[in-house]
């Protein structure tokens, strides 16, 4: 989106200067003459892009025209190759999207139309972008590990109850019992099974008991018995 934005701002920029030749060419009259290049040079100096103007000389070698103020050193064009689009590098070393556009003018003249724009247009606003990226990436790992924690702690805590609550229970209070309430899920489905295991081990522990007092019960009257004889006989 960027890169188009700067595309068409460059497409505006060369058709602007485009008309500016031809309107200072039809007002001068001469082809490339001193009048021409002084009013291109009035008229790119308040222009907002770097532009540079060329013509072609003889033999098809390029002859610079016009450029404006600060502007920088852009290839040298090829009038044989005169449409261009795209990243340039200047000779400074800096980055350009550049748009070139080959012009005829009155009486056979041939110029090419440059307009540059400086690839930070593009770059710096990809490495802020990049950036809020980053962070927000790692502002969202933490959310998100934060988020996961409460959450796995949540879904694990009627699990943990379930543990202690079992784990307090002791042969003295085998009449205690897991609470069973929530939804009706696999945790409520667990308890009542803790539960059932619970009161079929206390039944079995009752009938023990009980086994275990008839047992005495019924052995109480035959030792007392033993015992008076054995009395009798001493």
């Keep these: 989106s960027l890169v188009s934005q700067v595309d068409r701002l460059l497409d505006m ?33 308040g222009f907002d892009a770097q532009a540079v103007l060329w013509i072609e000389g003889d033999n098809g070698v390029p002859l610079l025209l016009s450029i404006t103020p600060g502007a920088p050193a ?6 044989f190759e005169m449409q261009h689009r795209g990243l340039v590098t200047a000779a400074d070393g800096e980055r350009y999207y550049l748009r070139s556009i080959a012009v005829a003018g009155d009486g056979g003249a041939r110029y090419l139309v440059q307009a540059a724009r400086p690839a930070e247009l593009v770059s710096g606003p990809l490495s802020h972008l990049a950036g809020i990226l980053a962070l927000g990436f790692a502002v969202a ?21 379930i543990v202690r609550a079992t784990r307090a229970i002791r042969i003295s209070r085998l009449g205690k019992r897991l609470r069973e309430s929530g939804p009706q899920d696999e945790l409520l489905e667990l308890t009542r ?27 109480r009257t035959p030792l007392a018995a033993q015992a008076v004889i054995a009395q009798a006989v001493l």
């Excluded at 933490?142 to 409460?150: E, S, T, Y």
């Excluded at 009980?210 to 047992?215: E, G, L, P, Q, T």
């Design 13 to 45: 920029d060369a058709r602007a200067i485009t008309e500016m030749l031809a309107s200072q060419e039809a007002s001068t009259g001469r082809r490339g003459g001193a009048g021409l290049v002084d009013g291109l040079g009035t008229g790119l100096l």
């Design 74 to 79: 852009l290839p040298v064009p090829n009038f």
């Design 141 to 161: 790992m933490l959310l998100g590990w934060f988020g996961g924690r409460a959450i796995a702690g949540a879904a694990l805590a009627p699990i943990k109850e």
């Design 193 to 219: 099974v803790i539960n059932d295991l619970l009161q079929r081990f206390q039944d079995g522990l009752d009938r023990e008991r009980r086994f275990a007092s008839d047992v005495s019960h019924e052995l």
